[in-house]
């Protein structure tokens, strides 16, 4: 009799050992999984726009001074062979480097056209272009086409990853014509959307025209 009840007490003890045993297990991998998430947080890179008015290039013309480039210009230039090339600036305003994997333009005209960033790999604070060109019959339909981005919104997507190629992101930017037919600038991006890996919604929507962002 005694015998049995040792051996009962013996079986529950084990498997409180084994209980606690797992228990501490589960604590220690969710502390090795907040830390891991949270060094990453501190490498997670963040496409966003330019800020327009921020980086710019001012000279002395007589008494008065001419701005004659910003950085957070959109460019858009029909050339003679009838190719229309869009240039949109790009910052990366996250703690890691960002390794831009691919590009696209989302335009009535042009349906996912591939496109080439001057810079692929862009660390913390720093900027890049993307540039596409698109064909078209002649000159005079390249500015057709620019007329048509006067009444429409034109998306340029750009998919990137942090360095260890764990987290990656997509940036939308909108670029539309300024509203202001006498502003310096003639074409911005307007809003941006923000995308994990490949979430159809975004987690973020910040207007466009300079914006700072911490990472998540």
């Given amino acids: 009799m ?15 050992l084994a209980v606690v045993t797992l228990v501490l297990v589960c604590v220690a991998a969710y502390q090795a999984w907040l830390t891991r998430r949270a060094w990453q947080s501190q490498l997670q890179p963040v496409l966003v726009d330019v800020p327009v008015g921020v980086f710019v290039q001012d000279e002395q013309v007589g008494d008065n001074v001419r701005r004659y480039e910003d950085a957070g210009e959109v460019d858009v230039w029909p050339g003679e062979d009838g190719r229309l090339e869009i240039t949109v600036p790009m910052r990366n305003a996250g703690a890691g480097l960002a390794l831009i994997t691919a590009v696209e333009l989302d335009w009535r005209h ?18 890049t272009r993307v540039t596409f060109q698109v064909p078209f019959a002649d000159q005079a339909s390249a500015i057709a086409a620019i007329e048509g981005i006067q009444r429409d919104e034109l998306g340029v997507t750009i998919v990137y990853t942090d360095v260890r190629g764990q987290q990656r992101g997509r940036t939308r930017l909108w670029v539309m014509k300024h509203s202001d037919e006498e502003a310096s600038i003639e074409y911005l991006v307007d809003r941006i959307e923000l995308f994990r890996g490949d979430d159809d919604a975004p987690f973020a929507t910040p207007s466009g025209r300079g914006v700072a962002l911490a990472p998540n």
């Avoid at 005694?2 to 409180?16: F, H, P, R, S, Y």
């Avoid at 591939?114 to 660390?123: C, D, K």
Wanted: no cysteine.
């Fill in 110 to 127: 042009a349906m996912s056209w591939q496109g080439a960033a001057l810079h692929t790999a862009i660390p913390a604070g720093e900027q």
């Fill in 2 to 16: 005694l015998a049995t009840a040792w051996e009962a007490w013996v079986g529950i003890g084990t498997l409180a």
